[in-house]
C-alpha cells in the first residue's frame, strides 16, 4: 500500500489536465509538489522530487516514464531537482536547466570563494565564513548536474512550439523559474501559502565582481511579475494551492513587517549581520544550514529597513495590499537605521 503521505490529485483547467505528485522527503521542509501534464500531447514534468530510492519508486509508480519527453526545473534544491541525473539514465527526455543553474556549476570555484568573502563581509569569522562555503559546496554535490541536459535560455522555439513560457522571479533563490502554459503557473517556492520563504544569500551570477544579490530588490520585482499571472491557477512547490498573489502578499509583508520591527535595535547596535544574528538567535544556529538560512534573513530584513520606499513604490504602482501600504507610508522605517 503506497504511503498515504504520497498521493495524487488531478487538476483541470480550461486547457489542460494536470497531475501534482506529492512526494515525502528526508528534508525538514516536508511533503514537495512535482506536476505531470500532456501539452499538446507531449508529457511533460515540472520538478522531479528528492534524490531517494523512495522518490525513484515514486517517479516509476506514478509517472509514464517510458513517455516522458520534457523535464523542467523550478530552482536547484534537492526535493526539486534531485532526481535530473535519475532521468537523464532511465529516460529519453530532454532536460531543461536554466543558464544560470549551469553558471553556478561552472564557476562553482569562483563562486565559494567569492563567497567566503561575502560571509566575510557580512562579519562572519574566518572558520565560519570557511564553513559556511563548504556548506554551499556541499549542496552542489548532493545534487550534481545531470550528464545530459538543454539550457533553457537557448531553447525558445521548442518551448513555443509546446505552449510553454517562463519568467526568471528569483528573490527566495537566485535561479527562481515559473513556468505558464495553458491555465496554469508551476511557481516552485517563488510564493508558499501562509510561509516565509527564506532569501537564500549568495552573489550576482549576472556579474563577476562577487557582489552580493539583493534578494530585496529582486523581491519587489518578483511581486509585479506574479501579479501580472494572478489570473493563472498557481501551482506551487509545497503546501496548499494559493488562493491570489494578494492573499500571499498580505501574509508576507505583515511577516516582514513584524520581523522587521524585531530586528531593527539590533541592527542599530550590532556591528554585522552576523553579530545580530548571534545576539537574536543565541544558541539556536548550530546547524551551518540554520545559520546560513537566519543570516540570509537578516541581510534581507536590513535592505528592507534601508530602504522600504522600494517596496512601497512596488505596492502603489501595481495597487495591492492598500492597507498595509497605508501602514508602511506611516511608518518611516528607514529612520530607524542611523
Known amino acids: 500500500m503506497r504511503n498515504e503521505a504520497d498521493r495524487v490529485k488531478v487538476l483541470s483547467g480550461d486547457k489542460v489536465q494536470i497531475q501534482q505528485l506529492t512526494v515525502e522527503t528526508p528534508y525538514a521542509v516536508g511533503m514537495t509538489h512535482i506536476y505531470s501534464a500532456a501539452i499538446n500531447g507531449v508529457q511533460v514534468l515540472f520538478d522531479t522530487g528528492p534524490p531517494t530510492e523512495k522518490g525513484k519508486n515514486f517517479l516509476r509508480e506514478n509517472v509514464d516514464l517510458q513517455n516522458l519527453k520534457y523535464v523542467f526545473i523550478t530552482h536547484w534544491h534537492p526535493e526539486h531537482c534531485g532526481l535530473t541525473d535519475f532521468l537523464a539514465t532511465e529516460t529519453d527526455a530532454i532536460i531543461f536547466l536554466s543558464k544560470y543553474e549551469v553558471r553556478k556549476f561552472r564557476d562553482q570555484s569562483l563562486r565559494a570563494n567569492q563567497l567566503n568573502n561575502l560571509f566575510l563581509n557580512l562579519g562572519f569569522p574566518a572558520e565560519e565564513s570557511a564553513k559556511m562555503k563548504a556548506l554551499v559546496k556541499k549542496s552542489l554535490d548532493v545534487t550534481p548536474l545531470p550528464h545530459r541536459f538543454c539550457v ?139 545559520l546560513y538560512l537566519k543570516a540570509s534573513e537578516i541581510v534581507f530584513l536590513s535592505d528592507f529597513l534601508r530602504d522600504p520606499g522600494q517596496l512601497l513604490n512596488t505596492l502603489a504602482l501595481h495597487r495591492l495590499c492598500p492597507d498595509l501600504a497605508g501602514k508602511l507610508s506611516r511608518v518611516n522605517l528607514s529612520q530607524q537605521l542611523s
Open 152 to 290: 533553457l535560455e537557448e531553447s525558445e522555439e521548442l518551448l513555443a512550439e509546446l505552449g510553454i513560457s517562463y519568467l526568471h522571479c528569483s528573490w527566495h533563490s537566485q535561479t527562481d523559474l515559473i513556468y505558464l502554459f495553458g491555465d496554469y503557473a508551476v511557481i516552485g517556492d517563488v510564493a508558499l501559502k501562509e510561509i516565509f520563504s527564506a532569501p537564500l544569500l549568495d552573489v550576482d551570477f549576472g556579474y563577476e565582481d562577487g557582489r552580493r544579490f539583493s534578494n530585496y530588490s529582486a523581491f519587489c520585482a518578483a511581486i509585479a511579475k506574479l501579479k501580472a499571472i494572478d489570473d493563472r491557477i498557481l501551482l506551487p512547490g509545497h503546501c496548499r494551492q494559493l488562493e491570489s498573489v494578494s492573499v500571499w502578499l498580505e501574509f508576507l509583508l505583515a511577516k516582514v513587517l513584524e520581523r522587521a520591527r524585531v530586528v531593527a535595535p539590533y541592527l542599530r547596535s550590532c556591528e554585522s549581520a552576523y553579530e545580530v544574528v548571534q545576539e537574536i538567535f543565541e544558541g539556536q544556529t548550530d546547524s551551518r544550514f540554520l
